[in-house]
C-alpha cells in the first residue's frame, strides 16, 4: 500500500509560508527590509488591529519593472543574488527570494510599483498565492505594499496569534529596531491611524535613538567607537549608572541587519564587569561593520543569527572599545572631581576594570573608580562598641528577657545569645521576609506612596507589552502606573515599601518576571512583586544599619519565631546550641 504522497502545490505554499510568516512582526520585517533594500530613504509602514487586519508600507525605493512585478511573488525568485557564489558576499537584507511568496501565500497582498524607467506604474493583487489581473497605476517611483486578511485562509496560524495589541506592540519593536539600524533613512510608523514613531533620517545614530527610546535612553549613554582591522564598531553604550536588570535593550546591528549573538553580548558585559552592579546589564544600541566574507548570514531563515569566520576577533572589537569607553569615562569623573590644581596623581589600572588613582598628596590613600560613586566609608566605631549597651533602651519586655544582642559582624550578621543557644541572624533575610510578609498581608490601599514626581519608565516593546497588559497586577500591589504611549509608562504610585530610587528598575523587572512566567496564575505573580520589593527594599548585607533598625528588626523576628526562611528560601538565621560549643572546646 502506498503511504507517501506527494503534496499538491497549494499545500506546499502554505507549508512554505509558514516558515517565514509567524506573526504580523515576521511580515513587516520582511516588507521593511524589501524597502531598504530597494534604496528607499522614507518609508512609512501603517497597521490595523495589530497587523492582522491590514499591513501596509511604501517606500520611495527604486520600484519594480511592470514585467518583474510577478516573478517577484514567486518563491525563490530575486532580485538580490543570481548564483551561489554570490551567496559569500551579500550585502542586501534579502536574498532567499521567499518573503513576497510566503507573505502573498496566506493573505490578500496588493502591489502598487513604479520603477524609475518607467512612465506609469504598475498594481497587482495576490490572493492566496492566485494572481489577480495587472492593472495600470498613478504613482511616484517607489513601492506600496498592502497586506490584508493575514492567515484568512490558514485557521490553525490565525489562532496562534495573541491579542491585536500584543501582535502591534510585536510590530512596533521591529519597526524600532529598523528605525535603528537605518538612521540614514526616515521611518514612519502609523497604528489604528495614530502616529507612533517618526525619525528624521538625518544620519544621526543619536537622533534615531532619540526618535525610538526618547530622551532619557539617550542621555543615560556615552557613544562609542573603534575598528579592528577591516572590522569598525560605533554606537552607543549606556553608563555603567544606567544599566538596567534586563538584557532586553541590547541592541546588535551588523552591516545594517539585526542580530541576536551571545559573543557580542559576552564581550559587553565583560567589559562592563566590576563597573555594574551584580545582576544589571548595560543597554546599547551597537553598529558593527564587517567585510561581507567574514559573516555568514545564512544561518538562520529570519536571517536573525550570524556566524563569524574570526570570533575573537569580533569580540576583542566589542571588548576593548566598550572597556576604552568606560575608562575614559571614569577619568573623565574623576577630573571633574577633583580640582585641576590636584590632578597630578599616578594612574593605576586594575586588572577588575576598575581604575585607581593614587592621591598625591597622600599617597597611602587610595581612591577606587570604575564604581558608580567614590567611597570613602567612615566606620563608626564608638557605634559598634556601645551596641550592647544602647539596645536594652530599645527592646520590647520579651525580648529584653530573653535575648541578649552580641553585636553585627562582617555588616551581615547578628549575633544574639538567647537562653542556651547563640543565634546568627542574616540581616538581610530576615528583613526582606518581614516586608514580604507585611506586604503580603496589607492589601495595596494602604501600602502604596502617592510620588510627589512621577517617575517616566522606557521599555522594550514587549516589556512594555507586558506592564500594560497587567496594569491591574500593578494596582494590586501598590502601583499606580499610566500609559504614557510608544514604550514607555509613567508611574504614579509606588509600593510603600519601595526603594524609590530604584523604581525604575523594579518595573522593568516585573514586566520581565511577567514575560519570563506566562503560565503563572496570578497569586504566583503577586508573590513574585513581593519578593522583588521585599528584596530591593530590605537593608543589605555589608551596608550600615542603624543600632534602632537592628534592634527593630530582632524585635521582629522575635515575633515572628514561625518565618524561618527568605521569600528565596534562605535561612534567616542559624543557630548553636551552648552545649554543641562546649563539645567543640572540649569542656564537656
Ligand atoms: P528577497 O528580498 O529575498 O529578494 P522577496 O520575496 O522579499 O525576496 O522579494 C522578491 C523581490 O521583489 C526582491 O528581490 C525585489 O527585487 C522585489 N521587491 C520586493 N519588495 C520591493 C520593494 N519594496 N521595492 C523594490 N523591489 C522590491
Ligand atoms: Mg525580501
Not at 492567515?151 to 501582535?167: D, G, I, S
Not at 552591516?255 to 553580548?265: A, C, E, P, T, V
Request: net charge positive; with cysteine.
Amino acid at each position: 500500500m502506498k503511504r507517501i504522497n506527494i503534496l499538491d502545490p497549494e499545500t506546499v505554499r502554505l507549508i512554505a509560508a509558514g516558515e517565514v510568516t509567524e506573526n504580523p512582526a515576521c511580515v513587516v520585517k520582511e516588507l521593511l527590509e524589501n524597502s531598504l533594500d530597494a534604496g528607499a530613504t522614507r518609508i512609512t509602514a501603517e497597521i490595523k488591529n495589530g497587523g492582522i487586519k491590514m499591513i501596509k508600507v511604501s517606500d520611495n525605493g527604486h520600484g519594480i519593472y511592470r514585467d518583474d512585478v510577478k516573478d517577484a511573488f514567486s518563491r525563490h525568485a530575486t532580485s538580490k543574488i543570481k548564483s551561489k557564489e554570490e551567496i559569500e558576499n551579500i550585502n542586501s537584507l534579502g536574498f532567499r527570494g521567499e518573503a513576497l511568496a510566503s507573505i502573498s501565500a496566506v493573505s490578500k497582498t496588493e502591489i502598487v510599483t513604479k520603477s524609475n524607467s518607467e512612465m506609469i506604474g504598475t498594481k497587482i493583487t495576490v490572493t492566496g498565492g492566485e494572481f489577480g489581473e495587472i492593472s495600470d497605476a498613478g504613482r511616484f517611483i517607489g513601492t506600496d505594499v498592502c497586506v490584508k486578511n493575514l492567515f484568512f485562509n490558514t485557521p490553525a496560524r490565525m489562532k496562534f496569534l495573541k491579542k491585536e495589541t500584543t501582535e502591534g506592540n510585536k510590530v512596533a519593536s521591529v519597526i524600532d529596531k529598523l528605525a535603528l539600524s537605518h538612521p540614514e533613512v526616515s521611518f514612519k510608523f502609523i497604528r489604528d491611524g495614530k502616529l507612533c514613531l517618526f525619525s528624521p533620517g538625518d544620519g544621526k545614530i543619536s537622533s534615531a535613538v532619540y526618535s525610538v527610546y526618547g530622551k532619557e535612553f539617550l542621555d543615560g549613554t556615552m557613544p562609542l567607537k573603534g575598528s579592528l582591522g577591516k572590522m569598525k564598531i560605533t554606537g552607543l553604550v549606556s553608563k555603567p549608572e544606567n544599566c538596567r536588570p534586563s538584557k532586553n535593550l541590547q541592541i546588535f546591528f551588523i552591516n545594517g541587519r539585526l542580530i541576536k549573538s551571545k559573543l557580542i553580548s559576552t564581550a559587553l558585559e565583560e567589559a562592563f564587569k566590576n563597573s555594574v552592579m551584580v545582576g544589571k546589564s548595560p543597554y546599547c544600541v551597537i553598529y558593527l561593520s564587517i567585510p561581507a566574507n567574514l559573516i555568514d548570514v545564512n544561518v538562520h531563515p529570519a536571517k536573525t543569527e550570524v556566524r563569524f569566520a574570526d570570533e575573537k576577533a569580533v569580540s576583542e572589537l566589542v571588548f576593548s572599545t566598550v572597556k576604552n569607553c568606560l575608562v575614559n569615562k571614569n577619568k573623565k569623573d574623576f577630573e571633574k572631581y577633583i580640582p585641576s590644581s590636584k590632578k597630578q596623581e599616578s594612574n593605576f589600572y586594575f586588572e577588575d576594570g576598575a581604575n585607581a588613582v593614587q592621591s598625591f598628596e597622600n599617597p597611602g590613600v587610595i581612591n577606587l573608580f570604575g564604581l558608580q560613586s567614590l567611597f570613602k566609608t567612615s566606620s563608626n566605631k564608638n557605634e559598634k562598641i556601645s551596641l550592647t549597651g544602647k539596645t536594652n533602651l530599645f527592646m520590647n519586655k520579651s525580648l529584653r528577657e530573653n535575648f541578649k544582642v552580641v553585636g553585627e559582624v562582617f555588616g551581615c550578621y547578628l549575633i544574639l545569645e538567647c537562653k542556651n543557644e547563640l543565634i546568627f541572624v542574616d540581616k538581610h533575610a530576615a528583613h526582606e521576609r518581614i516586608i514580604f510578609e507585611k506586604m503580603k498581608k496589607s492589601s495595596s490601599e494602604y501600602s502604596s506612596q502617592m510620588l510627589l514626581n512621577p517617575v517616566t519608565v522606557t521599555l522594550e516593546k514587549q516589556e512594555y507589552c507586558a506592564v500594560i497588559e497587567n496594569l491591574n497586577l500593578f494596582s494590586k500591589s501598590g502601583y499606580e502606573i499610566e500609559d504614557f504611549g510608544s514604550g514607555t509608562v509613567v508611574v504614579r504610585s509606588a509600593p510603600m515599601y519601595e526603594d524609590l530610587d530604584d523604581l525604575a528598575n523594579s518595573v522593568i523587572e516585573i514586566a520581565n518576571c511577567i514575560l519570563d512566567n506566562k503560565k503563572s496564575n496570578e497569586t504566583k505573580k503577586l508573590e513574585w512583586i513581593y519578593q522583588n520589593i521585599a528584596c530591593r527594599s530590605a537593608i543589605k548585607a555589608k551596608s550600615k544599619t542603624s543600632v534602632e533598625e537592628l534592634v527593630k528588626l530582632v524585635n521582629d523576628i522575635s515575633e515572628k519565631p514561625e518565618l524561618r526562611h527568605c521569600p528565596h528560601g534562605r535561612p534567616i538565621y542559624i543557630k548553636f546550641d551552648k552545649n554543641f560549643i562546649a563539645k567543640r572546646f572540649g569542656r564537656i
